[in-house]
């Protein structure tokens, strides 16, 4: 039962590097986020996307791309790595049919600049 | 700007108490999420709560959600340790637009 998966769950980066957080959920969702959750704070939205191909602007794009090529996948981008990125990174999923009762949570990836 | 405001951000609580958790936002919503995150752990769902005057409850927790007032409370009743951890509102728009969270510790 693996519900939203990430990859990876610690990451140390450089300043100016670059990576790709990975994201995969197996029940079918068509909507899926990317959040990230500084140290004491709710979480903010990065990137969504409601289904392939069709992405948009959370509340903090700046920094960050994603793409939705299938239903399951919603990797996230981070181009030239700054400190200010450093931070909890969580993806998530839920349904577009009926109310979005629930929105899943993957475990979290870890991202430190340095 | 839309703002999601819960208070207290902290809170000890002794066990047996009850108490009540606050969240307060600034635009018109009809659905409120309730979350429970632990230390260095992912979000779990608590509650949706999908219309004014709507109550949800499990085991010692209880939401409400009135959405003339803007307004959902989470109540404690006779708390636990188990219940010791940080707790988010969230305001629905596509996402959640998520509160900062009110870190809950219950002590014996």
């Known amino acids: 039962n693996a519900g939203v998966t990430q990859t990876p769950k610690f990451r140390i980066l450089k300043i100016g590097q670059s990576m790709t957080l990975q994201c995969t959920q197996d029940m079918n969702h068509n909507y899926m986020y990317w959040y990230r959750q500084d140290p004491g704070m709710g979480l903010k939205l990065i990137y969504y996307?409601?289904?392939?191909?069709?992405?948009d602007k959370g509340e903090v794009p700046n920094g960050y791309n994603v793409s939705r090529s299938t239903t399951e996948d919603f990797p996230l981008r981070l181009e030239l790595a700054a400190p200010s990125q450093t931070s909890v990174y969580f993806c998530a999923s839920s349904s577009l049919t009926g109310p979005r009762n629930t929105i899943y949570f993957g475990e979290g990836s870890w991202l430190t600049v340095v | 700007e839309l703002k999601v405001e819960q208070n207290p951000l902290f809170l000890s609580m002794q066990e047996g108490k009850n108490y009540t958790i606050y969240c307060n936002y600034s635009t018109t919503s009809d659905r409120l999420y309730w979350y429970r995150q632990d230390p260095g752990k992912s979000l779990e769902s608590l509650f949706v709560?999908?219309?004014?005057?709507a109550v949800k409850q499990e085991g010692r927790l209880m939401a409400s959600l009135d959405t003339k007032a803007r307004l959902s409370t989470l109540h404690i009743t006779a708390a636990v340790h188990d219940l010791s951890a940080t707790y988010f509102c969230?305001?629905?728009?596509?996402?959640?637009?998520f509160g900062t969270g009110t870190s809950l510790t219950v002590i014996p």
């Open positions: 709560l999908l219309s004014n005057g």
């Open positions: 969230a305001v629905d728009m596509v996402g959640g637009f």
């Open positions: 996307s409601v289904g392939a191909g069709i992405t």
